[in-house]
């Protein structure tokens, strides 16, 4: 622990997850390329192991420091209700997929590697205060003092805002399954299932001949949150598959409900799912992720230039963006029954370009313009001025 007016470090990062790991990828990469001084960064975290808990899937278009590791990437997609089937198909930019576990390795090999940077595991933060020359920050095992702090921890139920939303509930299962029949071509987004009054669909993607990631996915408005572990084995259990193994699963509740931005800024900000860089429409978050990590890592190194350490917010994504999430929200919650029909509407008007655009939080106005034609007017017109 640092006595009173020691600085352990220059900038503390709270949570080393993909926000966390990202930040001090991207720190690595640009202090490099535009040949800056590092800040000393201490990232604290309680887990003590990483796991490949996750895959991070999202369209893939721009450089990040983890684009190597992508494993698979599909140049067709497409989503389907019973035998009716929407497809898309892009040259440039495909549908990729991230496995967690190569990521953590990737990030934790960079920390290592660079004496600025300390990994501090088995380390929870309780509590912050900032004052006009640092931040006190006090964990399970003792106090830092840092410059200025970026904090990742996922969001509090204080930051949900109260518009109404749904939890994005999903189970699934990565499965050898020789000779599974399925094109591993295309990635099959959506799959649409009857659901008891809510939004199910499968979410299926191809690893190669004998291997599938299979999820079974509910907007669940709330309340008790459904068993997607009992449906997707269900759903396993009546396709023909001779026989399967599961070789690795990953669940989540997510929350697709519009979080407080924080307006804060100055030594301490905030970062990742808990700043709202989530898509609340959505669930997606990696490449907005990896945009916001860049702008904010180079903030953080113009300020260790500077010794001037003034964080600021910026805009995640484009207002309007969150305003047509919201809209779509509220629609879907008065007409979940639509939601297939609508979904299966909008890959089949909107350009793959267009989607991936739109999906990744980099839409044109063309693009917002095409995703709104797309959609049934009334529904969405009531849901706007309600
Ligand atoms: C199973 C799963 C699959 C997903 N798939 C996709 C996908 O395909 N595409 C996509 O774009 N998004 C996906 N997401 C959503 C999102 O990308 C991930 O949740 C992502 O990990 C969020 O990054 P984060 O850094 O904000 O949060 P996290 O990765 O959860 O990191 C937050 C960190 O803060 C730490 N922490 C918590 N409390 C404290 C504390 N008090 N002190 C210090 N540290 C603390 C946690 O241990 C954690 O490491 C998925 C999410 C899940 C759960």
């Given at each position: 622990m640092a006595a009173e007016g020691d600085f352990d470090c220059d900038l503390v990062i709270i949570g080393a997850g993909l926000t966390g790991l990202s930040l001090a990828c991207w720190l690595l990469e640009l202090s490099r390329q535009e040949k800056q001084r590092l800040p000393t960064v201490h990232l604290l975290e309680p887990r003590t192991d990483y796991h490949n808990d996750r895959t991070w899937c999202f369209w893939d278009k721009d450089h990040h420091p983890f684009r190597k590791l992508i494993s698979h990437r599909w140049f067709h997609w497409q989503v389907s209700k019973?035998?009716?089937?929407?497809?898309?198909?892009?040259?440039?930019?495909?549908?990729?997929?991230?496995?967690?576990?190569?990521?953590?390795?990737?990030?934790?090999?960079?920390?290592?590697?660079?004496?600025?940077?300390?990994?501090?595991?088995?380390?929870?933060?309780?509590?912050?205060?900032?004052?006009?020359?640092?931040?006190?920050?006090?964990?399970?095992?003792?106090?830092?003092?840092?410059?200025?702090?970026?904090d990742t921890r996922p969001p509090v139920a204080s930051q949900l805002s109260q518009y109404p939303g749904f939890w994005q509930v999903f189970t699934g299962y990565e499965i050898h399954c020789p000779g599974h029949g399925y094109s591993t071509d295309a990635a099959r987004l959506m799959d649409f299932q009857p659901g008891e009054g809510h939004v199910c669909f499968v979410y299926l993607l191809p690893l190669d001949q004998d291997n599938l990631l299979v999820e079974w996915t509910e907007f669940s408005p709330g309340g008790e949150l459904p068993d997607c572990q009992e449906r997707l084995e269900a759903w396993l259990n009546a396709q023909n598959f001779k026989e399967y193994t599961v070789n690795r699963s990953e669940s989540a509740a997510l929350p697709m409900i519009p979080i407080s931005r924080s307006r804060q800024q100055g030594r301490v900000i905030k970062a990742g799912v808990g700043a709202g860089w989530m898509r609340a429409a959505t669930g997606y978050h990696f490449a907005t992720c990896q945009r916001n990590s860049a702008e904010l890592a180079g903030q953080v190194l113009a300020a260790a230039a500077s010794g001037h350490w003034d964080l600021r917010p910026f805009e995640s994504r484009k207002r309007w963006l969150d305003w047509m999430d919201r809209v779509f929200l509220r629609a879907l919650r008065r007409h979940p029954e639509a939601a297939p029909d609508w979904f299966m509407g909008l890959f089949a008007v909107t350009k793959a370009e267009q989607m991936a655009r739109f999906m990744n939080d980099q839409p044109r106005w063309r693009d917002a313009i095409a995703v709104a034609a797309a959609l049934p007017t009334g529904p969405f017109l009531r849901a706007a001025f309600s």
């Open positions: 019973g035998l009716h089937k929407v497809s898309q198909s892009s040259k440039r930019t495909p549908y990729a997929m991230l496995p967690a576990g190569k990521v953590y390795q990737h990030a934790l090999g960079c920390v290592e590697s660079c004496p600025e940077f300390k990994l501090r595991q088995g380390v929870t933060v309780e509590d912050m205060e900032a004052s006009a020359d640092g931040v006190l920050i006090s964990t399970s095992t003792g106090r830092f003092r840092a410059c200025a702090v970026i």
